[in-house]
């Protein structure tokens, strides 16, 4: 079985942190849990059409699929594929998504009420210092 989970980092790891949002990883690293053996890949699936890369993925042998969030459209199109969708919110390195994963300590992802993936970038995005000031001007 192959998992895949997003990261931030371009140099993927087991320490690399996940990605907040599927398609906004800059890359993924790919785990066998066969042979616990790893390797990771660029996302050069963003700006893709959804079906595209859902189809991409089945194709590279991909069956799970650990996010914290994702839009509505890649949500339907992977679960089309027969991917399935595991939901961590709180792992701070990609190690510990797997151990989750492994134990069985991870849920399936409900799926999105309608959000699309600027609606999601809209409600993770954290004001900067800038921006929290002008609420008091």
């Given amino acids: 079985m192959r998992v895949l989970i997003g990261t931030i980092n371009e140099d993927v790891s087991l320490d690399a942190q ?36 859902a189809k991409d993925l089945k194709d590279l042998g991909i069956d799970n699929i650990i996010v914290e969030d994702i839009c509505i459209g890649c949500y339907e199109n992977l679960k089309r594929e027969g991917i399935e969708i595991w939901e961590d919110k709180d792992s701070i390195y990609l190690r510990e998504s797997l151990q989750k994963f492994e134990l069985g300590g991870l849920f399936v992802k409900p799926r999105p009420k309608n959000f699309t ?5 809209e409600e993770s995005h954290e004001p900067s210092l800038e921006e929290e000031l002008k609420q008091y001007n």
């Fill in 117 to 121: 993936m600027h609606k999601i970038l």
């Fill in 18 to 53: 996940p990605a907040k949002i599927f398609s906004t990883a800059r890359a993924f690293l790919i785990y066998e849990t066969n042979t616990k053996q790893f390797y990771s890949i660029k996302n050069t699936f963003y700006g893709a059409k959804e079906p595209h890369i």
